[in-house]
């Protein structure tokens, strides 16, 4: 029970983000937007750190340099969403999101680059996208 | 319009990707230090950007408001229940459940005009195409769950 109240306030406070995100946008410049956003959050997920359990911090050497770069699309991510948000809505935005990021994984996995496994597109995959961009298309009449 | 959904579909395929080298992250670094890891770097990759295409723009907080600071928290929230839904329901539970509550509550937010947003009139269009979405999600899932049974 706890645990389906935590995954629906996770999608809320996604939702939310991404109207709060648009809101700091109408104030100031997307990549101010962008940087400021993420410091905070930083800044909260750091003082949670130092509060809670450490796990080591050695594994970063661990880590293939080239995904230490992940957060970092986190600026195009944020900066893109603020536009698209304030020009299109939350629904429409966040659904055609939502769509491009399952398509590009699954791209990733068809090409079996970035050390994923290969594994071609499920035919159950190609009709949950196509069903999905029709949502999306309804949504935006 | 146009513009509005290449951004989203822009905004989706880097957090597609983002998710992909996170997850090759988190085979050595997890939990809170790896979260704070990941927003550094995107608020530095902000920060370059804006000086790049800005110049020192990027540093003009005149139009912040004092709410908006906090605002980054909201952050925090989506990681907190997701680590515990995720703990309790096991990801692929979690994610559906977490995505249909996002669909219904970004609609709820149009529908009011909540904070910046443009008030628009629920349709009938926009309550179909939400559950298309949600039963084209269940039906693209459908393959990830026969794979992990194997």
Redesign the interface.
């Given at each position: 029970m706890?645990?389906?109240l935590?995954?629906?306030?996770?999608?809320?406070?996604?939702?939310?983000?991404?109207?709060?995100?648009?809101?700091?946008g109408?104030?100031?410049?997307t990549?101010?937007t962008?940087?400021?956003?993420?410091?905070?959050?930083?800044?909260?997920?750091?003082i949670?750190?130092l509060f809670?359990k450490?796990?080591h911090?050695n594994?970063?050497k661990?880590?293939?340099p080239?995904?230490?770069?992940?957060?970092?699309?986190?600026?195009?991510?944020?900066?893109?969403?603020v536009?698209?948000?304030?020009?299109?809505?939350?629904?429409?935005?966040?659904?055609?999101?939502?769509?491009?990021?399952?398509?590009?994984?699954v791209i990733?996995e068809a090409l079996g680059v970035?050390?994923?496994r290969k594994q071609p597109i499920?035919?159950?995959?190609w009709?949950?996208?196509?069903?999905?961009?029709?949502?999306?298309?309804?949504?935006?009449? | 319009m146009i513009l509005g959904g290449i951004l989203a579909v822009v905004a989706g395929a880097f957090i597609g990707l983002q998710n992909i080298f996170n997850r090759h992250l988190n085979e050595y670094v997890t939990g809170w230090i790896a979260t704070t890891f990941v927003l550094i770097t995107g608020s530095i990759a902000s920060l370059l950007f804006g000086l790049i295409l800005d110049g020192m723009d990027v540093f003009d907080f005149s139009g912040m408001k004092v709410s908006y600071w906090f605002f980054g928290l909201v952050g925090i929230g989506v990681i907190y229940c997701m680590m515990q839904a995720m703990k309790r329901l096991g990801p692929t539970k979690a994610v559906l459940i977490g995505v249909i509550a996002q669909l219904i509550f970004s609609l709820i937010f149009d529908v009011t005009g909540f904070l910046v947003l443009p008030q628009v009139n629920l349709k009938w269009v926009d309550i179909l195409g939400v559950v298309l979405i949600i039963i084209g999600l269940l039906i693209f899932n459908m393959k990830s769950k026969v794979q992990t049974n194997k």
């Amino acid at each position: 029970m706890i645990g389906i109240l935590m995954a629906i306030l996770t999608g809320f406070f996604i939702a939310l983000q991404s109207v709060t995100n648009a809101a700091i946008g109408s104030g100031v410049s997307t990549w101010t937007t962008a940087m400021i956003t993420q410091a905070v959050g930083a800044t909260g997920a750091l003082i949670i750190y130092l509060f809670s359990k450490k796990s080591h911090v050695n594994g970063f050497k661990k880590v293939k340099p080239l995904y230490l770069f992940g957060g970092s699309f986190g600026a195009i991510v944020v900066a893109s969403s603020v536009i698209a948000v304030t020009l299109v809505g939350a629904t429409v935005a966040i659904s055609l999101t939502l769509i491009a990021q399952l398509g590009t994984v699954v791209i990733i996995e068809a090409l079996g680059v970035f050390d994923v496994r290969k594994q071609p597109i499920a035919g159950m995959q190609w009709i949950g996208l196509t069903l999905m961009m029709i949502g999306v298309v309804f949504i935006s009449l | 319009m146009i513009l509005g959904g290449i951004l989203a579909v822009v905004a989706g395929a880097f957090i597609g990707l983002q998710n992909i080298f996170n997850r090759h992250l988190n085979e050595y670094v997890t939990g809170w230090i790896a979260t704070t890891f990941v927003l550094i770097t995107g608020s530095i990759a902000s920060l370059l950007f804006g000086l790049i295409l800005d110049g020192m723009d990027v540093f003009d907080f005149s139009g912040m408001k004092v709410s908006y600071w906090f605002f980054g928290l909201v952050g925090i929230g989506v990681i907190y229940c997701m680590m515990q839904a995720m703990k309790r329901l096991g990801p692929t539970k979690a994610v559906l459940i977490g995505v249909i509550a996002q669909l219904i509550f970004s609609l709820i937010f149009d529908v009011t005009g909540f904070l910046v947003l443009p008030q628009v009139n629920l349709k009938w269009v926009d309550i179909l195409g939400v559950v298309l979405i949600i039963i084209g999600l269940l039906i693209f899932n459908m393959k990830s769950k026969v794979q992990t049974n194997k």
